[in-house]
């Protein structure tokens, strides 16, 4: 039987120096890859002022056909990308899955730059993103209140609760350890880092107030990550649009963005931990575990892509029908295998062990499925909206350079944000770890299992 | 009249200060504090048996925020009764999302702070007695003591295996 590699090979009074050594001094090249990415986010920005100066008419959005473009495209992508945060902190945390520790404080940090990111989307989409408060339900002088059942109040009051649980989660996580770089450190960043400390001493008595709150605030999470992407799926469900009115939207959207946000958090820590020297508290075995569980979702994910099909043609009903013969073998078609082969077949290759268990092929598969991930919304978008139900409203659409700009310069922010969090507070829970290392132990046999 | 003095004692070792802590408490001592880098659920069974009042505060965050953002959407379409595809002014089935989302937010919104202020945080230093070995791999106690017993729990620190005693800590 193949030896198993363990979760953590780093000693109990080691992971302290390890891990904050990871913090100090940003090399040049660091700052060189931050300004590039810098400019690339800038470039969006610009874009996005174009779009305001211009209006919607600047996008690739024509009328009376494809409305809704690469914009909910994309907010649908980075909703997605942010579940995977909270499935690793939130619900392995109740699993009690000790995998997740050395991993979940990057993963959260993906998750809320996410967020931001894909509130960015229907913001630019409501058009006039400048009045954007008109969501907030308070009474101004026109007394004209927000619709509570439109999905639109859904995903604002949806995706304003995920960033704040998973920002209080974050946060939460993060004192004991902003704690430990406090009494490391002197001068100003002592005094920053002591701030956010709140003061953190590790007494008995706030171990014992925090652990009860972290522990319920993951089940808190743990029902608000189904729920998020429901929600966001049902802006497709609600309406009687051939190929989103469907029931299996919710799952299908949930598998789905568990299985983008699983790649990019291999995307992102192959190489962080390559960088940082961390492989033996990012191990390989806790690598090849991410890749095991996204062989499980991307299995759900081609099981509902099959389930979609078979149910366009067993209901019979024409629209549907040739949706997904549309699909499958119209103009957008090589978007859909496209798809098919990163989403869905990429993956399999990770039932092979020496694959699942080289960082080089994990990183490479991993993009593959954030490609495939990233035009299946196209897909779902955008394919749905082609071929509607009358022929007038028939059309092609394709993303003009404002929509590419601001998508560009998301996946800079992405990456920039990242950096910035890896470089200045710990992108491995310090304490967390600390704990799974093993005690240093006088005779051992006291301490007990949770 | 004797005055407390309080004894300060490092452990290297996890074992030795969960049985340490033990002792103190099973002999009637006064425990003013106990640090430690990592969270223990067996320091935590010792120091602090009683759950944590947070749950109850994170439950009225919930009740809170669910009936609170279903009352806000209630009273906001009797205000403006803009009737959608003849639906109910009051559609409550919909609701279900906006009572949720209301609960989940406020509940950890109580969760987070009701921990903070319970831990009695934000303090501006530290609590008396501790030491930034307490945040890297040391665990320790801090014991409120009359004076004239001070040699006497240095001396039973020391034999469960304190590497270091200070009197007089605050």
């Not at chain 1, 100066?53 to 909703?79: K, Y």
């Not at chain 1, 859904?154 to 995920?162: H, I, N, R």
């Not at chain 2, 048996?49 to 919930?62: M, W």
Request: hydrophobic letters at 50%.
């Amino acid at each position: 039987m193949p030896e198993i590699e363990p979760d953590l090979d780093v000693k109990f009074e080691d992971v302290d120096r390890q891990v904050l050594g990871t913090l100090w001094r940003p090399s040049l090249v660091f700052w060189f890859v931050a300004f590039l990415l810098f400019l690339g986010f800038s470039y969006g920005l610009a874009a996005w002022g174009y779009l305001v100066a211009t209006g919607m008419g600047s996008t690739g959005l024509r009328p009376p056909g494809v409305m809704w473009g690469i914009f909910l495209g994309n907010f649908v992508f980075w909703i997605g990308l942010a579940h995977s945060g909270t499935l690793i902190s939130a619900i392995l945390y109740l699993f009690r899955a000790r995998f997740r520790t050395s991993i979940n404080r990057s993963a959260e940090a993906m998750t809320m730059i996410c967020i931001m990111m894909a509130a960015s989307y229907p913001l630019i989409h409501l058009g006039r993103s400048w009045i954007f408060y008109w969501l907030f339900p308070y009474p101004d002088q026109r007394q004209i209140w927000p619709d509570f059942i439109s999905p639109l109040m859904f995903d604002f009051l949806a995706v304003s609760t995920y960033f704040t649980v998973s920002l209080i989660f974050w946060y939460t996580g993060l004192v004991p350890d902003l704690a430990i770089i406090r009494d490391r450190t002197v001068g100003l960043g002592r005094r920053i880092y002591g701030y956010f400390a709140l003061g953190w001493t590790g007494s008995a008595s706030q171990w014992h107030h925090y652990a009860t709150s972290y522990l319920l605030i993951a089940g808190l999470a743990t029902a608000l990550v189904i729920s998020v992407h429901t929600v966001v799926s049902w802006d497709f469900a609600l309406p009687i649009q051939p190929g989103w009115h469907s029931t299996i939207f919710p799952p299908y959207f949930v598998a789905g963005a568990i299985h983008s946000g699983l790649a990019m958090v291999l995307t992102l820590l192959v190489p962080m931990r390559r960088i940082f020297g961390i492989q033996n508290i990012i191990t390989n075995r806790t690598l090849e575990l991410i890749a095991e569980t996204t062989l499980l979702t991307g299995g759900i994910l081609g099981y509902s892509y099959v389930i979609e099909h078979f149910m366009a043609w067993y209901s019979a009903n024409v629209f549907e029908h040739q949706t997904f013969v549309f699909r499958a073998t119209g103009y957008y078609a090589w978007i859909f295998w496209l798809v098919v082969f990163c989403a869905i077949i990429c993956p399999l290759f990770f039932f092979f062990r020496g694959i699942r268990t080289s960082p080089i092929w994990l990183f490479v598969i991993s993009i593959l499925i954030n490609i495939g991930m990233w035009w299946e919304r196209f897909v779902i978008v955008i394919q749905s909206l082609a071929q509607n139900y009358l022929p007038y409203q028939w059309g092609f659409y394709w993303p003009n350079w404002v929509e590419l700009a601001w998508t560009l310069a998301t996946f800079c922010f992405l990456l920039l944000a990242f950096m910035l969090f890896a470089k200045f507070l710990p992108s491995v829970p310090i304490a967390e770890v600390k704990k799974e290392a093993g005690m240093p132990m006088h005779k051992g046999g006291l301490y007990r299992e949770e | 009249m004797k005055s407390d003095e309080l004894v300060l004692a490092l452990f290297p070792y996890v074992d030795q200060f969960l049985s340490c802590l033990r002792t103190l408490k099973d002999r009637g001592y006064s425990i003013a504090r106990v640090f430690s880098p990592v969270r223990l659920p067996e320091m935590q069974d010792i120091v602090t048996p009683k759950p944590s009042v947070t749950r109850a505060f994170t439950l009225l965050g919930g009740i809170i925020g669910g009936t609170g953002l279903v009352g806000l959407a209630c009273y906001a379409h009797l205000r403006f009764k803009l009737i959608v595809w003849g639906k109910p002014i009051l559609p409550w089935i919909p609701w279900v999302v906006v009572a949720f989302e209301g609960t989940i937010l406020f509940a950890s919104l109580f969760a987070f702070v009701s921990w903070v202020f319970k831990s009695g945080l934000p303090q501006p230093g530290t609590d008396a007695g501790y030491e930034t070995a307490f945040s890297g791999s040391k665990f320790g106690i801090l014991v409120s003591v009359a004076s004239d017993r001070t040699a006497e729990v240095e001396r039973l620190l020391k034999e469960e295996g304190a590497e270091e005693v200070r009197i007089g800590a605050a």
